[in-house]
Nanobody, 115 residues
Framework: QGQLVESGGGLVQPGGSLRLSCAAA????????MNWYRQAPGKERELVAT????????NYADSVKGRFTISRDNAKKTVYLQMNILKPEDTAIYYC????????WGQGTQVTVSS
């Protein structure tokens, strides 16, 4: 059974930065496309960023393009989300997802952007 553990969330002022990490265990990480989703209070979960298994291709929601960067280190079995120029509307619980033979979710990490 695969496992994903997110870290790096917290409280940040508008315009600030955070780097989320997601550590994988129990499955062949290098064979999975990885995603970051987020869910704000009262809203549906939305796809924020995607990176293919070898890291050759990335994709972003329009709302975060130019501000967020997804990356991965297959040797460390970790995927990252660098978030810059954060806005109050980025406030949400951020979830890591592995999409492949299994569909695996992390427990989420809270990101709050507020002055």
């Amino acid at each position: 059974q695969g496992q994903l553990v997110e870290s790096g969330g917290g409280l940040v002022q508008p315009g600030g930065s955070l780097r989320l990490s997601c550590a994988a265990a129990g499955f062949s990480f290098k064979d999975y496309d990885m995603n970051w989703y987020r869910q704000a209070p009262g809203k549906e979960r939305e796809l924020v960023a995607t990176i293919t298994s070898l890291g050759g291709s990335t994709n972003y929601a329009d709302s975060v393009k130019g501000r967020f960067t997804i990356s991965r280190d297959n040797a460390k079995k970790t995927v990252y989300l660098q978030m810059n120029i954060l806005k109050p509307e980025d406030t949400a619980i951020y979830y890591c997802n592995a999409n492949g033979w299994m569909n695996i979710w992390g427990q989420g990490t809270q990101v709050t952007v507020s002055s």
